[in-house]
């Protein structure tokens, strides 16, 4: 009953060329997406357009922005709006990125109004949320990431929460090389779900999407996605590579 997902997030990579040879690529490799599975990409802002109108003919195949801003409108120059987003057909929005919150300053309260302009403006949050190693160090994840969840989405409602979905990425996996254990991953999905069941009702909890990202690539993304609380990944470094990111999407059960 819940959608499987496998979301490549480009960063701040690839040009234009690049970037359209890219999915080209990901398309050429003919993935047959099963019922309730999704296929999501990240571009950057100026890519979006494109990214769109290269994916419409395939079910299934979504693209999402990197950020949109806390406001509606106005004087914010350099800024990019929910309501700019929905106005080109973007499907999903990520927001809390770790980068984002350590370069930008963003913060939970921050994240809570964008969750609201995506919200407002037809757009999917993948919010991400997870812990840096010394958290992890002090073995403290669970009350840290609970924080992120409690101040960032616990004022929706039920009904918002349904177009929300989470990723779990620990700080000290992302462009690391290190990986979550698959039972690290297992746990602290169970955790967040169990969050979310307990705030927002045993349903929420069994709807919401937790993708687990931070170093995944073709050669752990199967154990990965064969537990019970991971529904599929948010692909960094090894969604720019083709073969890497099919290989990938081919590992969602
Ligand atoms: P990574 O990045 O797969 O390169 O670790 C994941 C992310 O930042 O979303």
């Known amino acids: 009953m819940r959608k499987k997902i496998v979301a490549g997030n480009w960063k701040m990579n690839l040009t234009l060329a690049q970037g359209e040879q890219l999915i080209n690529d990901i398309l050429q490799a003919g993935l047959t997406l099963k019922e309730g599975q999704e296929v999501v ?6 890519y979006l357009l494109k990214a769109k109108a290269l994916l419409k003919n395939y079910p299934g195949f979504y693209v999402a922005a990197q950020n949109c801003h806390s406001e509606k409108s106005g004087a914010y120059t350099g800024e990019v709006s929910a309501e700019m987003l929905q106005s080109i057909g973007v499907d999903y929005v990520i927001l809390g990125h770790s980068e984002r919150r350590e370069y930008f300053q963003e913060s939970n309260a921050m994240l809570a109004k964008k969750i609201d302009q995506a919200l407002a ?40 929460l349904k177009q929300v979905v989470i ?58 996605f064969s537990c019970p609380d991971v529904d599929g990944g948010l692909i960094g470094g090894a969604s720019l590579v083709a073969a890497d990111f099919v290989s990938i999407i081919e590992k969602l059960s």
């Open 41 to 46: 990409v990240a571009t950057p802002f100026p």
């Open 121 to 160: 403006n037809g757009l999917k949050p993948i919010f991400c949320c997870g812990e840096p190693l010394e958290v992890r160090q002090a073995e403290t994840q669970n009350a840290y990431v609970a924080k992120q969840l409690e101040e960032s989405l616990y004022h929706l409602t039920a009904e918002q």
């Open 167 to 224: 990723a779990y990425e620990p700080i000290w996996a992302i462009g690391t090389g290190l990986t979550a254990s698959a039972a690290q991953a297992q746990d602290m999905h169970a955790f967040i779900r169990s969050q979310i069941a307990n705030k927002f009702g045993r349903e929420a909890g069994l709807h919401i999407s937790v993708l687990y990202g931070g170093s995944a690539k073709p050669g752990n993304a199967a154990e990965l």
